[in-house]
């Protein structure tokens, strides 16, 4: 894997639970030889949307599950069922780093227990550190400090975090989540936010997002624009608005005066 100058995020997935043409929320940070993969969408189709990335499972070594919902961990399910494989077969070297909140540690550990062979359960938890992540929570990420914390869900027990690039940009990712004033203080000033906006505003009778705890454009939009974000990164989206890059720019715009993107399966973000 080519090292970049800076990170580079790459949109995995970005369609919401129950996606038509999308695969579900994922996306991987690359910066230095290294790889952060945020979230696994809810199948065994993590494998095929890492492939389309040109992304190998064996170059990744941290893996961030922000919550316990099915199209979010299910996906690192069989995704360690591949890091097993690779490790079966001398390809996968050094640990994977794996973080979460506890309800997230506990069930995917609870999920592995029954679904694995016990064999390869045992070999998952040698080449696996499982990191148990708080409000505050630290690590670092090809020489990049990252700092956990809980972005105030009001549906489930939700982790964000916020990478300070050596450079002195800042990445911050709230899940699924939309940006509310639960969580404003702990992106405010950000250079580049991922965070969800599940339809637009003037589409909110017909997708429902209060129903679900999402946000629409046009609520993330605002918050942003106080806040002070300088790049904001929509996803977790529905994916039947025809032109929805186009359609979710046109009202973000109305209320956001920095960057706007809403990007497709498959699309990299240049961090600089």
């Known amino acids: ?6 990170p580079r995020l790459t949109l995995v997935g970005t369609g919401s639970a129950f996606p038509r043409s999308s695969y579900n929320a994922c996306s991987a940070i690359s910066f230095k030889g290294e790889i952060w993969l945020t979230d696994a969408g809810g199948g065994n189709g993590i494998i095929r949307a890492l492939a389309a990335c040109g992304i190998d499972p064996a170059q990744i070594h941290h893996l961030m599950i922000t919550h316990t919902h099915t199209d979010h961990i299910l996906g690192a399910v ?22 979460g909140n506890h309800d997230v540690v506990s069930g995917f550990l609870t999920i592995c227990r029954i679904t694995l062979l016990e064999s390869h359960f045992k070999l998952m938890c040698s080449i696996v ?3 148990t992540v708080r409000t505050d929570t630290h690590t670092t990420f090809a020489d990049t400090a990252v700092e956990f914390f809980d972005v105030g869900s009001e549906n489930v ?15 911050a990712c709230l899940g699924d989540e939309a940006l509310t004033r639960s969580n404003l203080d702990y992106v405010r000033g950000t250079d ?9 505003y003037a589409d909110r009778e017909r997708f429902k997002p209060y129903e679900k705890h999402h946000y629409t454009v046009r609520d993330v939009a605002m918050l942003a624009e106080q806040a002070q974000v300088r790049n904001l990164i929509l996803y977790h989206s529905e994916d039947t608005t025809p032109d929805r890059a186009h359609a979710y ?10 960057n706007i993107f809403v990007p497709s399966d498959t699309d990299v973000i240049d961090i600089v």
Do not use: V
């Open 129 to 131: 550190d499982f990191h």
């Open 78 to 99: 069989w995704f360690m069922r591949a890091i097993i494989n690779l490790a079966r077969e001398g390809r996968y070297e050094g640990k994977l780093h794996f973080y």
């Open 249 to 258: 720019t046109a009202e973000a715009e109305k209320y956001f005066g920095g």
């Open 157 to 171: 027990a939700q982790t964000g975090f916020i990478m300070r690039i050596p450079s002195g940009t800042t990445f």
């Open 192 to 200: 580049f936010l991922l965070c969800g906006a599940f339809c637009r």
């Open 1 to 6: 894997m080519t090292e970049q100058a800076h």
